[in-house]
């Protein structure tokens, strides 16, 4: 018997252009989440683990930083800092908004959005359009401007506007770091989108070296001017990496002293036409790459597992490879609103059953 989303998502959503199906959808999310008793009604049926606080089962301490629940929201659903509150009403933990760039920038021209049907993924070349950083910081600072607002966790997730040279990406990148640092839990350099001309390139330590060591910089001045405190720093990696420049973004990692790695984006290793894919297909190399990654980072640098994360068993299998934390994405479009939820409440039931397992995890 098929749930009642699959029936909407089979008579209405598939029918639509992607773009516009998720416009659509969001839009209702973030109209949601501007009502306030509406929110804490819909928030408490369905993640009552929110309002635990610090120590509840299922709850993780990392990035200096307690996690209600492991699973959240991915970059790339929420690129303008719009639905924060209504995403984690939902369910979601915490939410990575962006990517954001230093300039708004329209992104690749239409289409660039597409379902893959028979492996529930999707493919998109879209390019990071968003409204800039700028923008993104004004909302984010009306968000925590309340109480409730700066109880959410909010990851920003910044990459190269297009325009800009490689050889200025640093630049670029400090610009969209300096904005966001004070008003997020954490900043990911997004130097692994397929849809960026040459953004893959940066994921060389040679050029990476010079936009984490500038971004840092940017970050911890722009928290010291604003009184706040020191914004945890993450790398977001390709799955299409060989397993030497994995350990290399690794070393990195351990020589600059960044908190953690996201691990992974879309992959290029397809053919089915342009633009990266998520979803299912990524699932086994994200496993093989965050178990790789723990191993090389040994316990005090965070990973947080993305890629092909469908059920409660898949992020079950992210954490027990060595996650702190897990993300998801592409599998909301074909499960709808109540996914992030059930894959919480499964964790959290894990964890509050067996005390000490993945799931209550402290790094």
Not at 57 to 70: I, K, N, Q, W, Y
Not at 161 to 172: F, I, L, M
Not at 196 to 221: C, H, K
Not at 251 to 270: M, R
Request: hydrophobic content about 45%; charged content about 20%; glycine content about 12%.
């Amino acid at each position: 018997m098929k749930r009642p989303y699959d029936l909407l998502f089979d008579t209405v959503f598939r029918r639509m252009d992607p773009e516009r199906a998720h416009a659509l959808a969001f839009d209702a999310i973030c109209a949601a989440g501007r009502v306030p008793v509406l929110r804490d009604v819909v928030q408490g049926a369905l993640a009552p683990y929110l309002g635990r606080g610090a120590g509840g089962p299922g709850s993780v301490e990392v990035l200096g930083r307690t996690f209600p629940a492991p699973f959240g929201l991915a970059g790339g659903f929420d690129k303008d800092a719009r639905g924060v509150r209504g995403l984690t009403m939902l369910g979601f933990a915490f939410v990575e908004v962006g990517t954001v760039t230093a300039q708004a920038q329209p992104g690749n021209e239409r289409p660039r959005l597409w379902r893959e049907l028979d492996v529930r993924g999707i493919r998109n070349r879209m390019g990071f359009n968003n409204h800039g950083a700028a923008a993104a910081a004004e909302r984010l600072a009306a968000l925590r401007s309340s109480r409730a607002g700066r109880a959410v966790l909010v990851g920003a997730n910044i990459g190269k506007t297009k325009v800009t040279p490689a050889e200025d990406a640093a630049g670029d990148y400090a610009t969209s770091a300096a904005l966001l640092a004070p008003l997020a839990d954490y900043l990911v350099v997004n130097v692994s989108s397929p849809n960026t001309p040459g953004l893959r390139d940066l994921q060389s330590t040679a050029a990476l070296r010079p936009i984490l060591v500038a971004v840092r910089e940017a970050a911890d001045a722009a928290c010291s001017s604003a009184g706040t405190r020191r914004v945890p720093l993450l790398v977001k990696i390709a799955p299409d990496l060989a397993d030497e420049d994995v350990d290399a973004v690794a070393d990195l990692a351990l020589e600059l002293g960044l908190d953690g790695v996201v691990a992974v984006n879309t992959t290029v290793a397809h053919e089915r036409g342009p633009g990266g894919l998520s979803g299912p297909p990524v699932r086994d190399r994200g496993l093989a790459v965050v178990a790789r990654l723990r191993g090389r980072l040994g316990p005090d640098v965070a990973v947080v597992g993305v890629g092909g994360v469908t059920t409660a068993q898949d992020a079950r299998d992210y954490l027990r490879a060595g996650a702190d934390l897990v993300q998801g994405y592409s599998a909301f479009a074909y499960e709808g609103p109540l996914w992030a939820a059930r894959i919480n409440r499964a964790l959290v039931r894990d964890a509050g059953a067996t005390a000490g397992e993945p799931g209550q995890v402290a790094r």
